[in-house]
């Protein structure tokens, strides 16, 4: 990009954001109230860039407090694949709520909705319902460590998988060399023992990759990573040969590897089909653990298998399975997003 070219991009962008606030003036004193009781002024850093506060959302349009009205390019970064409040979802959730909400026990929506999953992906034979993707990863990587009694984890450069400790190493920060990634943190408050337990992989060659590996492989318990990953990096696409050649690499040493996947919803892309196109296209084999996550049109809605060590693992989180959101799926599907463990 020319000097030119630069200077020109930042004057429209100065100009864009200025003819915004003349549109936006009750978002702007939100933003000043939100900056006194929020930190940062928002509840998440992916909000950290929004120039407004919208009061509805419908289809795919947003309206703002001002009356303002957009077209939502983002949709709640994946989930609502049928629009903002489609109908028969909205129905859905309508006809559970006066039956309670976070009730901390079990209903029948979570025993259909588990059966409707285990028929989509037969090899999904039980799983646990959670409530975010963080929670979702990190007690996969757990479940790793119990079964192979290893200690660490690979993970690749620019990845993201949750907001754990764990998980946050080398997703927005790179350090070391091409071949040889090094952990950063990606923020304050991670110690450093916990970085020493994660090894960083240059993503999309196993020449590079494998030698890391060897190296590490008597302490690694898995590896994970998002096979096509679109959170970081924009949606870079393996070689046809790494994710078989991968996955035949954690197989030799007993190394469990964790695939973390972000897809629309089943009017692109279903569970069933997922599943056996990365089987197909990868070749890889029948799985008998996996960890999956979902998200049920923004609900949140994670489900996670915890196979036959889960009496060996802690999970508690009485907010585990609410069926507002499994009505999201039980009537019809949205959106998912999903992990697998292979082993």
Not at 17 to 24: K, Q
């Amino acid at each position: 990009m020319t000097t030119t070219t630069a200077t020109g991009i930042e004057a429209l962008s100065a100009d864009y954001v200025a003819r915004l606030a003349e549109r936006t003036p009750k978002s702007h004193a939100l933003r000043q109230q939100a900056e006194l009781v929020l930190s940062g002024g928002v509840s998440s850093h992916f909000k950290a860039w929004q120039p407004f506060y919208v009061a509805k959302a419908e289809g795919s349009h947003l309206t703002d407090v001002d009356g303002n009205d957009y077209v939502d390019l983002v949709m709640g970064f994946g989930p609502n694949s049928l629009g903002h409040s489609p109908r028969v979802v909205m129905d859905a959730v309508r006809a559970v709520l006066d039956h309670g909400t976070s009730l901390a026990v079990g209903t029948p929506l979570e025993v259909e909705l588990a059966q409707a999953i285990a028929r989509l992906v037969p090899s999904m034979e039980q799983m646990r319902f959670v409530v975010t993707g963080t929670e979702a990863t990190m007690m996969a990587l757990r479940t790793a460590r119990a079964f192979t009694r290893r200690t660490r984890v690979a993970r690749f450069e620019g990845h993201y998988h949750g907001q754990h400790d764990g998980a946050l190493a080398s997703v927005a920060h790179v350090g070391g060399s091409e071949e040889r990634p090094q952990p950063v943190a990606d923020g304050a408050g991670i110690p450093q023992a916990v970085l020493d337990d994660v090894v960083v992989l240059p993503w999309n060659d196993i020449d590079k990759v494998a030698p890391v590996v060897r190296e590490a492989v008597d302490d690694l318990a898995a590896i994970i990573l998002e096979p096509v990953p679109f959170s970081n990096i924009g949606g870079v696409e393996p070689d046809p040969e790494f994710l078989r050649a991968l996955r035949e690499l954690t197989a030799q040493h007993g190394t469990l590897c964790i695939l973390g996947y972000h897809a629309r919803g089943p009017r692109e892309l279903d569970l069933n089909w997922w599943y056996k196109g990365i089987s197909v296209v990868h070749g890889f084999t029948q799985q008998r653990w996996r960890h999956q996550r979902a998200m049920a049109t923004g609900m949140d809605l994670i489900r996670t298998h915890q196979f036959s060590y889960a009496p060996l693992i802690t999970h508690r989180f009485d907010l585990s399975g609410v069926d507002a959101a499994f009505a999201c799926f039980t009537d019809r599907p949205a959106g998912f997003v999903k992990s697998v463990i292979i082993p």
